[in-house]
């Protein structure tokens, strides 16, 4: 894998700390789409930070930050949330890859990644929403994933996806005795968790023409140490976008205009970079979101590609923007990725650039597309 070629945002002297480790979260696309049919997103540059779109301001609700901590607090609490086999899992169906022979036993669900889920759900009930789960078993990895989904209806069955991910890093069994430590994944992963629970009466609140269809996808996280997005990480949203593409064709679900995903976006010093895999316009309208709000600090002083749950969104030709803070950030897949380097104040921040953008998006991609 290479490291992608950074905009022209970067800050002179950071190239040289961005390090092997962005990338390997920065392979260069795939000569073809994974999933066929719409072209792989180009690679693109940086968009020009001089033009803004004059958004209204929306601001999150004043303990909105708090409250998204408050949840991060229990999911860290619950320890390592990574998936394993589940022996309740559902039985192998016709089409399922059959289990290649070996000696190694599968690993097991972590208590935490049961408790999560329980969790999720009974947040997103008391908010009154229906929670579907899908839960299904790789039998080549012999991992038995879980996404979460729930919908804000709007006017329109017409959908914009707000996910992100709750699996954390596995962080045992490796090779390398560094790569084995107690990880809780404060940011990476509970932080966008905690955000989107606590943002949940925000957006009932904000009345969009299209239905939020709020998604919490499983596997993001590589099974090798390395990214590596071809195979072994991006189960939960492959899998999520595969079945969304079947039933679009069978006219059986409602059509998703874009997805806006979130990812490590607590950390106490933020920074959401401008991700270049993201569609340009998103990017411009976040921007322009982030702007409007007054944390253009926080967001795009550095630009970087990252692949992400939103790329097979964009391999099919959904528009797509991930809310990511991974370049620069030295917390990342590390033991200090704890509740100590997260905050409220980011967190409060994050809430208030999606509440921005989101009817940015309705009105761009829902009400009047182009
Ligand atoms: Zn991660």
Redo the contacts with the bound molecule.
Sequence with gaps: MRATTSAGLLLAGLAACLGAALATRNPAPPARPPLGQAPQTPFQTSIDRSVTEPLAAHRAPEHTGAIAFDHVRTLVGFGPRYPGLDPSAPPATAGDEPAPPTSTPPRPPTPGWSQQLGYIEQVLQQHGLTVRRDTWTDRRERITFTNLMAAIPGPRKERIVLACHHDT?CTIGHAEADRNFHFV?AN??ASAVGLILALVPALQALELEATIELVFFDG??SLDWAWNDAARALFGSKRFVKRHRDALLLGEEPRIHAAVLLDMVGRTDLHIQEELYSTTRLRQLLWSAAVATGHQQQFFQRAEAASDDHKPFLDVGIPGVDLIDLNGNPH??KVTDTLENVSAASLQKVADVVLTLLPAIDREYVIAPK
């Design positions: 890093k994944g990476d992963g993001e996280e990342w897949h």
